[in-house]
């Protein structure tokens, strides 16, 4: 409950002939979580021959899952197919059967895309001709003449240019082709002249324009366009008939493509399996770690799987050795495991905070939030969320205990919506936040102090298991007595109060050396940042009034004053209330964080990974 599971080394050793009945046993039990094998005096083990035709088909099926746009969504519908994906063989034979039908409309649909791009050159290009007022057939191969399309932005330069080489020329403009570059132009010269020409039109500011998709057509302009939109058209309804083909083909294989991913995820993790393992040319050994109460159920399964021709070996982890965590927490507190993950999991030998998170994350965030309408409307709110967003449940089940919490703190501070009184009456309330400011400080930091001090505890207990009584005192302890110290100072007797403070400075120089003696100022403010409890949730119950009194005295200027309240009473709570939420949050997390783990925690482990469990 308070450490992590009990972990126990494991070496399994075998014949090889027996190594793929072993792994498929390992998988079914979801116990071991492996190490991966070093090379030293034994070899990594090769995958077994099925990995590649295995690794083959995987491809194939998230390539068709791209295709069919299911990449996003992963749950099942409970349509075609949804169950009995278990046959190699037949999953292999389908796939190929449904990748062939893809890649059909697929190409179809990538040609469409092609052809489109080249029409949409085409029509471009026909808009310059319609614009120049010429024919389509001016842009034929001639012997004599030589021609340029382009953009320029002052046609007089051009044409100075090319008056400059000769004067048999032909030069047509139009406006509206580019707002950058407002005149397109047509020049027709000398077929002699041509290489000259372009040189001259380069110094001039001219950008040839291409209209190559022009040559070879013949008939009006507009008749071409008009073809040109036809096809245009029908390409964009066989783009939207091939959408529609793929997403028919995405509603019926669903399923059956999810579950071939997983099956062949599973499979293929066993094919490849004895890359993590250590052989020798007749046998194997695989290296892990294993929960010690499965340790037994282990060596009988492996024993059963294989003809009893495997050998387990266990043995209790050796001191400082990295041992793969998994959390073990009831089943109340688990959810709060979240937190460990989303900061860091403990070390093997060191206290799990879960459970201390799961009493005190709540009643911090209650004593911030501390209302019976927020926590109400954030409780249904977050009902709503978990049903919806399956993706956000880890988050949503701490924060239901805590918002569960705000409605008792509410009742405690009497405040609903930051009302203390209705229809002429007083809510009931142990204090009231907003009248007792001195109170509710003196409250948190009376928090604070059970709360570092327990941080201190529990280091005590960590460090006694490595360094020893003596050492764990003066390291953890030693802090405590300082603040007895201090207390004795200000309270009763100086002179007892110095003296005992000082020991306890020496105290901590002997167990934390100078990182001590740098912490010690740092005491007080991890203290005194307690009182965010109090503060962040005043600042809460200030702006609730502040709304509420604006909208009382709106609501007193007849009816559009009355719908006007409701509206500022809707909007300026719905604010406070995600504010609310958002600070008690942090800082709840935030004295968990910085406050409380630095007196005990430094985590870093590895979470347990045990081969053949999903992610």
Request: aromatic content about 10%.
């Amino acid at each position: 409950m308070f450490a992590p599971e009990r972990m126990k080394k494991v070496t399994v050793i075998g014949p090889k002939n027996v190594m793929d009945r072993a792994v498929m046993e390992l998988h079914k039990l979801k116990a071991v979580h492996i190490t991966d094998h070093q090379k030293d005096e034994f070899d990594i083990g090769s995958p077994f021959e099925r990995a590649d035709k295995l690794s083959e088909l995987l491809v194939t099926v998230r390539a068709i899952l791209s295709a069919l746009g299911i990449s996003g969504r992963k749950e099942l519908l409970n349509g075609f197919r949804a169950v009995g994906v278990k046959n190699l063989a037949g999953l292999r034979l389908a796939v190929k059967k449904l990748n062939d039908n893809v890649n059909v409309i697929t190409a179809s649909s990538k040609n469409a895309e092609d052809e489109l791009k080249k029409l949409s050159a085409k029509e471009a290009q026909i808009s310059y001709v319609k614009l120049l007022g010429l024919s389509l057939d001016s842009f034929s191969d001639y012997k004599s003449l030589a021609y340029f399309v382009g953009v320029v932005k002052d046609t007089s330069r051009l044409r100075e240019s090319v008056l400059a080489l000769t004067n048999k020329f032909e030069l047509f403009s139009a406006t509206g082709v580019d707002k950058g570059h407002p005149l397109i132009v047509a020049l027709f010269v000398d077929a002699s002249k041509k290489a000259e020409v372009a040189d001259a039109l380069a110094g001039s500011g001219f950008s040839e324009l291409p209209i190559a998709e022009v040559k070879g057509l013949t008939g009006s302009v507009a008749s071409a366009a008009e073809a040109v939109a036809r096809r245009k058209e029908k390409l964009q309804a066989q783009l939207g008939s091939n959408k529609d083909s793929l997403a028919k083909l995405g509603v019926k294989w669903h399923d059956f493509l999810l579950l071939g991913e997983q099956l062949l995820v599973a499979e293929l993790e066993k094919a490849q399996a004895p890359l993590r393992f250590a052989v020798s040319r007749n046998a194997f050994v695989v290296r892990g770690w294993v929960p010690a109460r499965e340790v037994k159920m282990l060596e009988s399964r492996l024993g059963r799987a294989t003809g009893e021709r495997i050998f387990v070996e266990a043995e209790l982890p050796h001191h400082d050795e990295k041992v793969p965590v998994k959390l073990d927490n009831p089943k109340h507190a688990k959810p709060f495991e979240f937190f460990m993950n989303l900061y860091a999991l403990p070390k093997y030998d060191e206290i799990d905070p879960t459970l201390f998170m799961f009493i005190t994350f709540p009643l911090f965030f209650g004593f911030i939030l501390g209302d019976v309408g927020y926590g109400l409307v954030s409780f249904f709110l977050l009902l709503w969320l978990k049903e919806k967003f399956s993706s956000a449940s880890k988050l949503v089940n701490v924060l239901i205990p805590a918002v569960l919490s705000s409605i008792v703190f509410g009742f405690l501070y009497g405040e609903i919506f930051g009302f203390e009184q209705a229809f002429g009456m007083e809510f009931p309330r142990v204090i009231s936040r907003a009248h007792s400011v001195n109170e509710m400080l003196i409250v948190a930091v009376v928090i604070g102090l059970i709360h570092v001090n327990l941080g201190f505890v529990l280091g005590f207990v960590n460090e006694l298991k490595h360094k020893g009584l003596f050492k764990a005192f003066c390291a953890k302890l030693s802090w405590i007595i300082l603040q007895l110290g201090v207390v004795l100072w200000v309270f009763w007797n100086a002179k007892a109060g110095i003296a005992v403070s000082a020991a306890a400075v020496a105290l901590i120089y002997i167990g934390e050396s100078i990182r001590g003696m740098v912490e010690l100022p740092g005491l007080l403010s991890n203290v005194v940042s307690y009182t965010r409890l109090a503060a962040v949730g005043l600042s809460s119950v200030m702006l609730a009034g502040v709304i509420n009194d604006i909208s009382k005295d709106i609501a007193q200027s007849g009816t559009l004053g009355i719908a006007a309240s409701v509206i500022i009473l809707f909007i300026g709570h719905t604010i406070n209330l995600a504010l609310g939420l958002l600070g008690s949050f942090l800082q709840s997390l935030r004295l968990h964080y910085v406050e409380f783990f630095t007196k005990f925690f430094e985590g870093g482990a590895a979470p347990f990974k045990p081969f053949g469990a999903k992610d």
